[in-house]
């Protein structure tokens, strides 16, 4: 069974940071791109990070640009998105995904796990 599973979610204050990694099971995702997305209480989910199968590109939303740093260790079939200069407009439950392609194109994320939570007080 393939399961992605997300940690390092929790409570911080504005301007601090937080590390969310992502374990992937059941099969290696080391071909693959691999994104984390967001949603925010009484919103739609929304892309943050993404990068392709080897690391070498890199994706990032506007609003987390220069903040947020997504990164991969294929050996450990785990993603990490590092946050720095959290705002409370961060606070959302974090998903990491797995796409079916080797590189980010904006669709095709066919598995998700089940989130993490980051709240960021003012």
């Known amino acids: 069974q393939v399961q992605l599973v997300e940690s390092g979610g929790g409570l911080v204050q504005a301007g601090g940071s937080l590390r969310l990694s992502c374990a992937a099971s059941?099969?290696?995702?080391?071909?693959?791109?691999m994104a984390w997305f967001r949603q925010a209480p009484g919103k739609e989910r929304e892309f943050v990070a993404a990068?392709?199968?080897?690391?070498?590109?890199?994706y990032y939303a506007e609003s987390v640009k220069g903040r947020f740093t997504i990164s991969r260790d294929n050996t450990k079939n785990t993603v990490y998105l590092q946050m720095s200069s959290l705002k409370p407009e961060d606070t959302a439950v974090y998903y990491c995904?797995?796409?079916?392609?080797?590189?980010?194109?904006?669709?095709?994320?066919?598995?998700w796990g089940k989130g993490t939570l980051v709240t960021v007080s003012s």
């Open positions: 990068l392709s199968w080897s690391g070498k590109s890199t």
């Open positions: 995904a797995a796409s079916r392609y080797n590189d980010y194109i904006g669709r095709g994320m066919d598995y």
């Open positions: 059941g099969r290696t995702f080391s071909s693959n791109a």
